[in-house]
Each structure stands twice: as structure tokens, then as C-alpha cells.
């Protein structure tokens, strides 16, 4: 059965503090990996990443995947509060469909 | 502008009764999708929608119906067969699986109906 697996499951630090995420995934077929973050309600979209070894990359927040270890991380560079919220990592499959790990919830204190 | 509008945003059920959650986007989007979430798990698939008057089950169908008679609307009834089914609900939409650039698609969500059964 696919799977993915994000850790930590819940992460406190301070702001200004860097962090780093990880999301593994055991899937037949790898098409994409997708992050979202989600504060209360709808999970917005960060990033997609298709290609081992790619950094994305979108202001403080930064992404890369390893296909061979079948890993990603995200990284988020000198936190802010309104950093503060669940990070999901979904792989896509080639199903009809995307299979989702359980989040981190991070929380950045002031 | 563009986007998916799910009402309502908070709901409260009587047990045995059945409530329909609302799901339209205007983003012309061939696919929609119902996500159940719950404290702690990911989220998981109720049922999916590709084309108009045709819908699948995903992992988790049991005590829901769905229908997809618009394009733009793709509503979820949560039954009283449904055991638990105090969550928060949210409804996606996407192009169509491996029409996107490099095949890939990306998941747009609305802002989910939360569900409280009392």
C-alpha cells in the first residue's frame, strides 16, 4: 500500500529559528511530490518538485527531493509566526488521486 | 477570481440525520475530490469526480454519496450510515490527472465545512 510519512509530527521553536521537515514516501509509481501549507482551512500550495536534486525555492521556504532515497524536505530560514501551521506533504502517484502524509504542525513563538 | 467555494463553513447534525456539504468552483477544472481530515491524519479520499455524471469511491466511501451533475458542482451527503462522522471536510479540484505540464497536477482546495454531530 503507498504511503507517506512526514516527520517531525509537531515541531515548536523560536523565531528566527531555521527548520527542516521530512516527508519519505514508499509509492509503486512516483510521478510528483507536492507541499501545501494549511493554517485553519484551506491547504495552499508551495511546492511541486518532479526532479531529484532541484532546490525550489520561494523566499525564506525551500524544497529539494531525493528520488533515489525517496525523500523531501522543506526548509523555512529564519521563522516567523506566521509561519506557524500543519506543512503536508502528498505524493502523486499516478492514480486518480494523491496519498498524503499526517502534517507537521509547526508553531513559531515570538 | 478563481476558486472553490465550500458552504457551509461549520455545520452541526443531529445523529441520524443526513446533511449535504456544497462544493462549486468557477476554475474549470475537470476533476473534484472530497478529503476527510481528522486530528493528526492525513487527509483521505472519500470520492473523486472526473467527468460530469461519473464519480468514483476513494479509500474511505462508506456512509457518503456524492453527485456530479455540473462540471462547476460536485456536492458530498454525509449519511446517517456514516459512523463517525465528526471531521472537517474538504473539496478539491484539479485538472485532469497527466493532461499538465510533465503530467503533473497540482490540487487547488476550498476552505472545508467542519462537521460536528451532536
Known amino acids: 500500500e503507498d504511503k507517506v510519512v512526514q516527520s517531525p509530527l509537531s515541531l515548536v521553536v523560536h523565531e528566527g529559528d531555521t527548520v527542516t521537515l521530512n516527508c519519505s514516501y514508499e509509492v509503486t509509481n512516483f510521478r510528483s511530490l507536492l507541499w501545501y501549507k494549511q493554517e485553519k482551512k484551506a491547504p495552499t500550495f508551495l511546492f511541486m518538485l518532479?526532479?531529484?536534486?532541484i532546490e525550489k525555492k520561494s523566499g525564506r521556504l525551500s524544497s529539494i527531493l531525493d528520488k533515489k532515497e525517496l525523500f523531501s524536505i522543506l526548509n523555512i530560514t529564519a521563522t516567523q509566526t506566521g509561519d506557524s501551521a500543519v506543512y503536508l506533504c502528498?505524493?502523486?502517484?499516478?492514480?486518480?488521486?494523491?496519498?498524503f502524509g499526517p502534517g507537521t504542525r509547526l508553531s513559531v513563538l515570538p | 477570481d478563481g476558486g472553490i467555494t465550500q458552504s457551509p463553513k461549520y455545520l452541526f447534525r443531529k445523529e441520524g440525520q443526513n446533511v449535504t456539504l456544497s462544493c462549486e468552483q468557477n476554475?474549470?477544472?475537470?476533476?473534484m475530490y472530497w478529503y476527510r481530515q481528522d486530528p493528526g491524519q492525513g487527509l483521505r479520499l472519500i470520492y473523486y469526480s472526473q467527468i460530469v455524471n461519473d464519480f468514483q469511491k476513494g479509500d474511505i466511501a462508506e456512509g457518503y454519496s456524492v453527485s456530479r451533475e455540473k462540471k462547476e458542482s460536485f456536492p458530498l451527503t454525509v449519511t446517517s450510515a456514516q459512523k463517525n462522522p465528526t471531521a472537517f471536510y474538504l473539496c478539491?479540484?484539479?485538472?485532469?490527472?497527466?493532461?499538465?505540464?510533465?503530467?503533473?497536477?497540482?490540487?487547488?482546495f476550498g476552505a472545508g465545512s467542519r462537521l460536528t454531530v451532536l
Open positions: 518532479t526532479s531529484s536534486g
Open positions: 476554475l474549470n477544472h475537470d476533476a
Open positions: 478539491a479540484s484539479s485538472i485532469l490527472p497527466g493532461t499538465g505540464a510533465s503530467g503533473a497536477n497540482v490540487l487547488t
Open positions: 502528498a505524493v502523486d502517484n499516478y492514480g486518480q488521486n494523491f496519498v
